[in-house]
């Protein structure tokens, strides 16, 4: 079954800490997970981009939920227990623990409301932020929406840049990910346009220990399987048995196959999708528009503040 959803844990997680003694978090995850009857592979599945398992992050905020209706508290870092308000909360025995009904608590709401500053500096309740998905899921899936976006733009830019603009870019592509050595290096190793593409050998590392044959072109068609083949030959002829072959469109199932069965060489297929994410990732082409820090309590500075 997939990763429970922090609504869906909230109410095992109450009963969970119902005999009134201090829970660690650690431990709940793992007992989360086996009550759900996760698999392995559904135990380690991590957010996108995240360091954190789901299943850690869902538990995480079903406890900060909880904690925000004072049905839950935190005596120390990375813990929780019960409070009277918890304990009454099971003994309605509800069937289910969700965000509607933590909106009975007036502490809840506080914390659920988001509030912008009108123009007059005047403080405006202007909406609940509390929806099926955590926080954190949801910052993921607007930074996916934005870089799609962003990588259909680059696209559509590539498609339509020169093929010496396209050289250039491939240059300094593959210089950014640490290959070529210097722009100047590569810049002479790919330096001869062929049929709107580049062709070339350039350095495998910085230092130029052995080589790759790179081969890339602005074909609007699908590439297949005899296109891949004749680059393959062409490795042969250069003694080579290492290629990257990168083009603005897509390559067949058929080129995909082929190259996952020969032994001899490594050929590596980018296709249109790939390079413009490897451009994003690489920072050529796009510029850093806005940053935001998440942030979170420091435990250790409060730990000395107990009563």
Request: with cysteine.
């Amino acid at each position: 079954m997939p990763v429970p959803d922090f609504q869906a844990l909230m109410l095992p997680i109450l009963e969970l800490a119902a005999d009134g003694r201090e829970k660690k978090l650690s431990r709940a995850v793992e007992l989360m997970a086996d009550k759900f009857n996760l698999s392995q592979e559904e135990r380690d599945e991590r957010l996108p981009r995240g360091r954190q398992t789901r299943i850690y992050n869902n538990v995480s905020w079903a406890i900060t939920y909880l904690r925000a209706a004072r049905i839950l508290e935190s005596p120390s870092r990375g813990t929780f227990r019960i409070t009277e308000r918890g304990r009454q909360v099971l003994a309605e025995n509800p069937q289910a623990i969700d965000v509607r009904y933590l909106r009975r608590f007036e502490e809840f709401v506080q914390f659920a409301s988001i509030r912008r500053e009108r123009g007059n500096g005047q403080a405006q309740a202007e909406s609940d932020i509390i929806t099926a998905t955590t926080p954190d899921e949801q910052l993921e899936a607007a930074y996916k929406a934005l870089r799609q976006a962003l990588a259909q733009e680059l696209l559509e830019r590539v498609k339509n840049c020169s093929p010496s603009f396209f050289e250039e870019l491939v240059v300094d592509l593959l210089v950014a990910m640490g290959y070529g050595g210097s722009i100047e290096d590569a810049g002479q190793a790919l330096g001869k346009s062929d049929d709107e593409g580049v062709n070339g050998v350039i350095k495998s590392d910085i230092l130029g220990f052995d080589q790759i044959y790179v081969q890339a072109k602005r074909w609007t068609d699908t590439v297949g399987k005899p296109i891949v083949q004749a680059f393959a030959g062409s490795l042969d002829g250069l003694h080579s048995k290492q290629g990257v072959l990168i083009t603005t469109s897509e390559f067949s199932q058929e080129a995909h196959e082929y190259v996952e069965r020969i032994d001899n060489k490594k050929i590596i297929l980018i296709d249109g999708e790939r390079l413009v994410q490897l451009m994003i990732d690489y920072n050529i082409g796009v510029t850093e528009k806005s940053r935001y820090v998440i942030k979170r309590v420091d435990n250790d500075y409060f730990e000395d503040a107990k009563s």
